[in-house]
């Protein structure tokens, strides 16, 4: 069964509700890879974005309920591109350094390489993991190749 989602986008955000299964993190990813070519954004900075938020709509997915909406919300804030992903699931992201051999696990450590901040907050029900891009740097602000 394909993922079920609904979403709208205005000049500045996008909003989507994503149900889990199969497409669900496709969706996000060429949502908001779509989005933000929209707005400007360069190719670079666009495969930044789709691959972090494949990270956090993936994890979101495969930690939480299977059942559960995972919600996500896109802006423009003060020169960077912001995602924030809403779900229900109880664990907290760690950055880990993995060794070179390890198979996984290295998920919040490419959010943490690639995008110019990021978080995660507690909310009633779940937590929020967001991320900000800032346009034309990679890799903790420095400049893109």
Sequence with gaps: MGA???????????????RG???????????????????????????????????????????GPGDA???LEAAQERGQFVVRVHDTAGGMPVLRRQPPEAVGGR??????HLASDWGVERRRGGKVVWFRVRPGRTARGRPGG
């Design 107 to 112: 998920g919040v450590q490419i959010i943490d």
């Design 4 to 18: 079920a989602h609904s979403g709208q986008s205005s000049a500045a955000h996008l909003h989507l509700v994503l």
């Design 69 to 71: 909406d995972v919600r």
């Design 21 to 63: 299964g199969a497409g669900t993190v496709r969706a996000a990813r060429r949502a908001v890879q779509e989005w933000a070519g929209d707005r400007g954004a360069t190719a670079a900075d666009q495969h930044v974005l789709a691959l972090l938020t494949t990270e956090v709509v993936s994890n979101a997915v495969r930690h």
